[in-house]
């Protein structure tokens, strides 16, 4: 079964820093990863989408990649704000319609 | 806009009680699902449903069940609410394309006392 690992499980920053969110997971057989942010006590907001077949993906000041082989994937912010305070979360799914979720890094970006 | 909407932000149940969620996509979606989330625990798929009456079951079935009638309906269902069911259930919709995106609706806060 596909398990999903984030490190660190939480992160604080002063505004302005440059950081990076890892995932990791143990099969390399999925279609796509996607990186999710999720406020407190709200549903998850889909950030970026990586297929199987891409490296990286970029929207604004998120940048995402993926090496399917060694099962990793980064989710870059720069210039961080701190309305980008959040839980992040990664997912990657596989065959079967399968989605497995990662337990989140909860960001902090002090002003 | 893509729209997931989920009957109820906050509920409260008794244990035993039968309780519905239900979760409306305004976007044509093949595929729903049925999350919960816990602390420590990530999302963890309950059902998950490919087609008008058809379902399949997640990694933690055991408790509930669901229904689909309708394309753009997909109803969570405890058939009789335990404390340990207390949680966030999430519900999202996607396409039938394998290398399309999840959208969530805002999540319902069930408490079973």
């Known amino acids: 079964k596909q398990e999903v690992t984030q490190i660190p499980a939480a992160l604080s920053v002063p505004e302005g820093e440059n950081l990076v969110l890892n995932c990791s997971f143990t099969d390399s057989a999925i279609y796509n990863l996607q990186w999710f942010r999720q406020d407190p006590g709200k549903g998850l907001t889909s950030l970026l989408l990586i297929q199987s077949s891409q490296r990286e993906q970029t929207s604004g000041r998120l940048n995402a990649s993926l090496d399917k082989s060694s099962g990793r994937s980064t989710l870059y912010i720069a210039a961080s704000q701190p309305g980008d305070s959040a839980t992040y979360l990664c997912?990657?799914?596989?065959?079967?319609?399968?989605?497995?979720f990662g337990t989140g890094t909860s960001l902090t970006v002090i002003p | 806009d893509v729209k997931v909407t989920q009957s109820s932000r906050y509920l409260v149940k008794r244990t035993g009680e039968k309780v519905f969620l239900e979760c409306v996509q305004d976007m044509d979606h093949e595929n729903m699902f049925w999350y919960r989330q816990d602390p420590g625990l990530g999302l963890r798929l309950i059902y998950f449903?490919?087609?008008?009456?058809?379902?399949e079951k997640g990694d933690i079935p055991e408790g509930y069940s669901v229904s689909r009638e309708k394309k753009e309906r997909f109803s969570l269902i405890l058939e009789s609410a335990s404390t340990n069911q207390t949680s966030m259930y999430l519900c999202a919709g996607r396409t039938g394309t394998d290398t399309d995106t999840q959208y969530f609706g805002p999540g319902t806060r069930l408490t079973v006392l």
């Open positions: 997912a990657v799914s596989g065959t079967g319609n399968q989605f497995y």
């Open positions: 449903s490919y087609d008008v009456k058809m379902k």
